[in-house]
């Protein structure tokens, strides 16, 4: 049984997918010190040069070795700059079912980049790999994550109560004047089925086509 992803890049008619390198380092520091970033990512802060470098260097790429997942950075394919990242992660390869997270750089929200992305790791999930499942767990006061997740028709299953920790603004300087805070998670699910009919309402929506085109 395969128990790990290939190394791969997956190409939509406007962004690449593909495996972080040393140049994404800066844009990456950049991205995950963005107060929205802060807040709901499970990642240190002040998110440093070091913890950008050890990421690119061993963890992301750690992730498809050892079978956990896989980390794609998501670039612009006009201008190579980077707008966020995907990442597989709690792979069953015996139930063919993963947890998938995404990241948007703020110059980036606002465009569709993120369920343009995150849709074509579905697609290339399930009819390339074959697997059965995509799970997403969003904060509940995420609202902009749960959109995404409402674009690429994944189904909400349930609430996970008081099961995540994010963090808040404080209004004192200590801690970076950050806090941490409690928060439940609203499960969803996507199937293969679930994906019918909803790249070409993307593509109608956004401008953009569907994703087929993956090595």
């Known amino acids: 049984m395969t128990t790990t992803f290939p190394s791969i890049s997956i190409s939509t008619d406007r962004l690449v ?3 972080f390198d040393m140049a994404d380092v800066p844009a990456y520091i950049e991205m995950m010190n963005d107060e929205q970033t ?6 240190p802060h002040p998110y440093t040069q070091v913890d950008a470098e050890r990421w690119v260097r061993r963890i ?9 997942g896989i980390v ?3 670039t ?9 990242s995907v990442r597989l992660l709690n792979t069953d390869w015996r139930t063919r079912s993963t947890e998938i997270r995404y990241i948007t750089a703020p110059w980036g929200r606002g ?17 390339d790999q074959g697997f059965e499942r995509l799970e997403l767990r969003t904060p509940a006061d995420n609202t902009a994550s749960q959109q995404v997740a409402q674009k690429i028709g994944c189904i909400s299953e349930g609430v996970l109560r008081n099961a ?6 404080t209004d004192n300087g200590t801690d970076g ?15 293969p089925e679930d994906l019918e009919g909803v790249a070409e309402q993307l593509a109608d929506a956004g401008g953009y086509g569907t994703y087929d085109d993956w090595k």
């Open 76 to 84: 612009e394919f006009l201008t190579q700059r980077l707008v966020g």
């Open 72 to 74: 794609l950075a998501v």
């Open 60 to 68: 992301a790429a750690a992730e498809r070795t050892q079978g956990h």
């Open 164 to 169: 995540r920790i994010a963090r808040t603004r």
């Open 111 to 127: 465009e569709g980049y993120a369920p343009e992305a995150v849709l074509a790791v579905a697609e290339w999930l399930f009819r």
């Open 38 to 43: 802060v807040a709901w990512a499970d990642a």
């Open 177 to 191: 004047g950050w806090t941490d805070i409690r928060t439940d998670l609203i499960v969803w699910g996507l199937l």
């Open 17 to 19: 997918l593909r495996p």
